[in-house]
């Protein structure tokens, strides 16, 4: 069984950081594609960044340059480290991971497991 489990959301200003992690168990971050979404209600899940199993990133435009994905194979566990926050950031991050090493296109259909969530809230 898969279980995805995102912390470090929070609460925090305008221009400030946060890392937000997720730890993975009955699969490989090392074998799959993984995302960050978003999604704040009323709205869509949204894609935030990605990333294949071979390494290769990808970020929406609006978090393009503040924000990184990264993942630490050893310890399958993924991360993205947010800089530059802005209000708009506000959201809650799911962390989501492929049956496969890569995906076609970012989109939450895309995904075949997902944590259950972390809030983050930027103020102004």
């Known amino acids: 069984q898969v279980q995805l489990v995102e912390s470090g959301g929070g609460l925090v200003q305008a221009g400030g950081s946060l890392r937000l992690s997720c730890v993975a168990s009955?699969?490989?971050?090392?074998?799959?594609?993984m995302g960050w979404f978003r999604q704040t209600p009323g709205k869509e899940r949204e894609f935030v960044a990605g990333?294949?199993?071979?390494?290769?990133?990808y970020y929406a435009d609006s978090v393009k340059g503040r924000f990184t994905a990264s993942t630490d194979n050893a310890q399958n566990t993924v991360y993205l480290q947010m800089n530059s926050l802005k209000p708009e950031d506000t959201a809650v991050y799911y962390c989501?991971?492929?049956?496969?090493?890569?995906?076609?296109?970012?989109?939450?259909?895309?995904?075949?497991?997902w944590g259950k969530g972390t809030l983050v809230n930027v103020s102004s």
């Open positions: 989501a991971l492929s049956a496969r090493g890569t995906v076609a296109r970012w989109y939450p259909g895309s995904m075949s497991y």
């Open positions: 009955g699969r490989t971050f090392s074998t799959c594609a």
């Open positions: 990333r294949w199993s071979g390494g290769s990133t």
